[in-house]
């Protein structure tokens, strides 16, 4: 297990930017000039505690440059928000987008913030007349806000979670169809998409994400690589993460070094199929 206090030594992401983006990426910038592939995706593929996430290990790999354009908490509306990072997507030979959850987007009930999706801006009259019993000025983040729904009343919070599984198969469409080239669908869990449910489920995978709802968007990506983390890399737990005594919590919730290593041998083969 590896720990670093911020500061020297700390792993450095060498944050960076793209085009007229004033989101940060993980760096250092890739060259975007000649043929390069694109990696959208979240905190995963952001690579949070990992020294060498499976942007850097494919592009070593297939020797293209890799533009790591993962976004912390990440949901589809920052990638549809900023134009400039939809283009530089739809320019690359190859694009991965990784399966985000539901819950940090905006919808017919809560907004979110444009760029941090993660950051709950507040409830819209239909769901606090839904939810005359709820404080929503308790709530600054999606999942603390959609638990404290579900544990409000779990078939009310059946209400919300439908409209967020139809938003996101709506925005997922959209976003695919704008990027319109060579797409790769990235589904990197614990356990498979599950099948629909009556309960929704707020702890294992993309958060509100089943088999139906993959499948509704598969039509519009060339290819579907699905990675489940093994028990190998469940067990390595923290080891070879980067952080700090007290974000080892949150590290152990995210994928290390052997999660991305097989991420990274899982998308070899579709990406060079295509290239």
Known sequence: ???????????????????????????????????????L???ETYGKYVPHPFAALIEA???LPVANLGCMNAGPDVFLNEPAVTDIAQRAAVTVVQILGAQNLSNRYYAVHPRRNDRFLGAAPLLKSIFRDVDFTEFHFTRHMLKGLQA????????????LRSAWVARMK?????????????????????MPSRRSDLVRGPTLIDAEMVAAIRPYASDYVQVVRSASALARGTDGMVCAPLEVTVAAGLPGPWAHQEVAAALLPALRALL
Do not use: H, K, N
Not at 152 to 163: K, L, N, P
Not at 178 to 194: C, K, N, Q, T
């Open 1 to 39: 297990m590896a720990y670093a206090f911020p500061g020297a030594g700390a792993l450095d992401y060498f944050p960076c930017q793209y085009g007229t983006s004033r989101l940060l990426f993980r760096g250092p910038r890739r060259d975007l000039s000649g043929r390069y592939i694109a990696m």
């Open 41 to 43: 995706g979240g905190t």
């Open 61 to 63: 790999e297939i020797g």
């Open 152 to 163: 409000a009343s779990v078939d009310r919070f059946e209400v919300v979670a439908e409209e």
């Open 174 to 194: 959209l976003l695919l169809s704008r990027l319109s080239g060579r797409i790769v669908l990235l589904w990197m869990a614990d356990a498979v998409p599950p």
